[in-house]
């Protein structure tokens, strides 16, 4: 081979991995992105509880509850309330309903933050329907529930004395299909 030939190869080569590594990251984006919100509690990200473990303390927090679908997908999603009123560390249960008007099967899935972004890590979830692809047959509709506890030690934090409101809010996007393709009802 000529040395020409040999560099052409080996930029071929360059290119193919680069875009192949491309791919995976688009692929790994989710996972590795809720990976990076848990570490860090980035944009508000709540902490995942296994069960309630905490004390109820006499501090009221108003918890609003909000929904939005990414642009590319087909669903009407909702929270069932606006918002619930609850003492820190006690157990709250919300439900968000998703529907799915189109005559396609879809399959999505959620991502979702706590504002302000500085009470997120006192947020506690015990049961979620984020980062879970969800599929809806045409018309199809489903009840997702929240188990969350807003943890008693955002009462020691000054920086948080005058939170009296907290925000969860999911946003749905679609997901990719079996066959690699996005499966999409618009």
Not at 22 to 41: E, I
Not at 129 to 148: A, N, W
């Amino acid at each position: 081979m000529t040395a020409m030939a040999d560099k052409n190869n080996r930029v071929a080569a360059i290119t193919i991995s680069v875009v192949l590594g491309m791919v995976g990251l688009a692929y790994a984006s989710v996972p590795l992105y809720d990976l990076f919100c848990k570490v860090t509690g980035y944009g508000g990200t709540t902490q995942r509880a296994e069960l309630l473990d905490t004390q109820v303390i006499d501090r009221d927090m108003k918890v609003r509850f909000s929904a939005n679908v990414h642009r590319d997908m087909a669903w009407e999603f909702k929270p069932q309330q606006n918002s619930q009123k609850l003492k820190v560390g006690e157990q709250g249960l919300a439900y968000y309903e998703a529907y799915n008007p189109t005559s396609k099967t879809i399959t999505g899935t959620a991502t979702y933050n706590v504002t302000p972004h500085k009470a997120g890590e006192y947020f506690a979830k015990i049961e979620c329907f984020c980062f879970t692809e969800q599929t809806l047959k045409p018309g199809e509709r489903i009840m997702m529930p929240v188990v969350y506890f807003i943890d008693p030690l955002i009462d020691e934090d000054r920086n948080l004395n005058e939170v009296a409101e907290v925000t969860l809010s999911y946003t749905f996007f679609v997901a990719n299909g079996e066959d690699g393709e996005t499966v999409t009802g618009r």
